[in-house]
């Protein structure tokens, strides 16, 4: 990136602190923060603010390109080692995204999908309450999701690791919620003697609570809305069984609705994982997981400037009517001129497809997407 490329950067961030007003964390005297330049996220750590003020003359002043703050509680944040800080608690933080080289609308909708389950594996397994979380757009590649409340303050990095196992579905045995029972017998009017039946497979009902529910809702609704196509789109589903899936639908939700998962044709053990993998477990990949189990974890500060995308880490009302490529652009529509130092491939940017661009290329656009571009290192100004 050269000089008049990284000045012009450097006056757009900071003409937007100059005017943001940035919120500051619960309690920010006892949060630690870390800032981070162009070539680092995190280049310096262990900064404390004593309160809102500081922190908003710092950003003013010096108009990082990120800026963290830490998801613990200290009584001494700014101290060093770790230890002198004397951790007091840390709020509870999921960061969920996907790997995106350029800004994908599609991809991006998915991770929405999944924050949207997470919250609901809260809100109905664990009984949080929706006013203890906040869901925040990380300004590049997915969504941060923290619960702040007494009940989670104290719990260490295992039990962290056990919710992420639970919201995840990690080591679920699907056998655990299918029992064998033994049918009522009967006895032969004919010959007087007692018919013992067999044994059926009774499994989770609309009724149950936990994963027993959600293994039940996803299978149900799966059986009750897909289509022949849908079938078909499942790892393992072929012509036939899908025919008779389809064919069979309102027989295997009766024996469906009744526990009766013995009576669901077509609906195999290995199907049954399936199903319940695609539709139901919220996915995290392994760095991910390590967010929300890590008790002293740097995360990114909201309604700031992601230094990589030029999109703010914005804190997200409603996540149903949120879109990131609209909603978390900073900067405006001049037009600035810009010369590409790679291929660029399309990508999604204020309800519009931007690109392709070769290299070399000489153009004018909108700000936001020069500004993207510069960070992506794609583009220098011209």
Known sequence: ????????????????????????????????????????????????????????????????????????????????????????????????DAPIKYLDSEILNRVKTETINLKGFLLDDFGISESDIAINFSGSKGYHLHVSSDEVLPLSGEARRQIVDYVTGSGLDLNFYMREVQADGVTSSRTGEYINPASTVKGPTGADEGWGKRIYDTVHEYLEGSTLKDFLRLDGVGPKRAENLLRDRKANLKALEAGSWEGVSDLSPKLLQKIVDEKAVALTGDTDKMVTIDTARLIRLPDTIHGGSGLLAKRVGNIEEFDPLVDAVVFGKDEVKITSTKDIPKFDLMNEKCGPYKLDESMSLPEYAAVYLMLKDAVEKA
């Open 1 to 96: 990136m050269n000089i008049e490329t990284r000045v012009f950067l450097r006056k757009r961030f900071k003409a937007y602190y100059w005017k943001a007003k940035v919120t500051s964390p619960a309690e920010v005297h006892k949060r630690e923060f870390g800032v981070g330049t162009l070539e680092d996220k995190i280049k310096v750590r262990h900064k404390s603010f004593a309160s809102d003020r500081d922190l908003t003359n710092f950003l003013k002043r010096e108009a990082p390109s990120y800026i963290s703050y830490s998801t613990a509680y200290y009584e001494f944040p700014e101290n060093q080692p770790m230890e002198s800080k004397n951790w007091l608690g840390a709020d509870l933080v999921f960061d969920l």
